[in-house]
């Protein structure tokens, strides 16, 4: 309503501190939400009454100044469209509006990515810094910009349609993943999994398949995030702590999410297009889950994926997954070759899983006290509590074990 996103937080906010003042003197209101809605949009009338008076005051003065005249109009109210939006019932999804006003073609990718991650899943800023691998402040300063850009050039709150909608798919795929797997594997805090981001994810995924049935990485996003999402019963222990794939009791996935998965992985391929980096993941993670155990997994052909995925989105992640996908393979040698050659990649430097993988492939091939060091090194890195639990645990395991040839 006010073409401004900064703006509109700043009303939305005010609205919460009203509900802090109010709701405990009289109580919460049986729906919290339209209350907080209702609140926001007066004050976003008074202000823009308030701006309108301003500018009908500064047109008398001018007025006065040049004829002498005195003062005179009726002051100014309410466009007739801001009482039109406030009366609309059939609002559609509004989550999905935003998303695709912040990734609109006016912003650069990064600001795209990273103001949706803030305003969609209510990232921190340090949380989109870990996704992106880069730094707090560097993000911090996309975000503000993009708000000032989305607001000079009036851009309207809408999901768009036709090569406008095509256009701005791929940021809008690439937030939606980001969230999701902030949700899978949180970046900081005392909790492995965050579940609430992941369904936020998922249910915006299987609305842009609905908007976008054409769209093969838009069906292998879905895919990817069915499949992954059937994991979360088994991805944390007793303690709340992390459960590598390989020790995870396969019984505790979910069968239906995969069988969902599995289909929309079919409706991709079904399109006939080359498959994209959304269709190879999901892929990778079809080859997971038609593994009766660990035992049973294809690690040559999931190598293989990881390859195609390299050529398709190469990147230092894509690399540092793929060299335990060649360990799997073809031994651990294989895969600390190119785990090595990824040491002095600088978007990596304060990444903790590549430790984490250096440290696992050592420790396969009994070079334990190197294997420790690196353990250590991952548990300094990570933001996330039970994550640094288990790197510090499986770096005392490497110091307890004898090392080979001692």
Not at 56 to 79: R, Y
Not at 232 to 251: I, K
Request: with cysteine.
């Amino acid at each position: 309503m006010v073409n401004d996103v900064g703006l509109a937080e700043e009303l939305a906010q005010d609205a919460l501190v009203a509900a802090l003042e109010q709701w405990p003197r009289d109580g919460v209101p049986d729906n919290p939400g339209a209350w907080l809605m209702a609140v926001a949009k007066r004050r976003a009338i008074d202000r823009i009454r308030r701006e309108r008076r301003l500018e009908d005051k500064i047109g008398e003065i001018g007025h006065e100044l040049e004829t002498g005249a005195g003062p005179g109009g009726e002051p100014g109210a309410v466009p007739p469209e801001f009482d039109a939006v406030l009366d609309e019932d059939d609002i559609g999804d509004d989550l999905l509006r935003l998303v695709f006003t912040a990734c609109h073609p006016v912003l650069s990718k990064q600001a795209r990515v990273a103001l949706t991650l803030r305003l969609l899943g209510g990232l921190t800023t340090d949380e989109i810094a870990r996704a992106f691998l880069t730094s707090e402040a560097t993000v911090a300063q996309r975000i503000v910009r993009a708000k000032r850009t989305l607001a000079e050039a009036n851009v309207p709150f809408e999901v768009p349609a036709g090569p406008d909608r095509a256009a701005r798919l791929a940021s809008v795929l690439e937030v939606v993943y980001l969230v999701f797997n902030e949700g899978y594997a949180a970046t900081a805090g005392d909790g492995w999994v965050r579940a609430d981001l992941c369904l936020e994810a998922l249910r915006l995924g299987r609305i842009l398949a609905g908007l976008a049935p054409a769209e093969p990485e838009v069906h292998g996003l879905v895919a990817l995030m069915e499949i992954q999402a059937s994991r979360t019963r088994a991805r944390t222990g007793a303690s709340g702590e992390p459960v590598p794939l390989h020790e995870q009791d396969r019984a505790l996935w979910d069968r239906l999410l995969i069988r969902r998965g599995f289909a929309a992985l079919l409706r991709a391929r079904g399109l006939g297009a080359p498959p994209g980096p959304y269709v190879l993941q999901a892929a990778i993670a079809a080859s997971h889950a038609r593994a009766n155990g660990p035992e049973d997994t294809d690690w040559e052909g999931i190598a293989g994926l990881y390859e195609l995925l390299a050529r398709a989105a190469p990147s230092p992640v894509v690399e540092l997954n793929r060299a335990v996908a060649l360990g799997m393979a073809y031994g651990p040698e294989r895969g600390l070759a190119l785990a090595d050659a990824l040491a002095d990649e600088p978007s990596l430097k304060g990444y903790h899983l590549l430790p984490s993988v250096r440290g696992d492939l050592l420790a396969r091939l009994g070079r334990t006290d190197e294997a420790r060091a690196e353990f250590e090194r991952a548990a300094d890195l990570t933001r996330n509590a039970p994550e640094r639990r288990v790197l510090l645990e499986r770096a005392a395991a490497c110091g307890a074990a004898v090392p080979r040839g001692g």
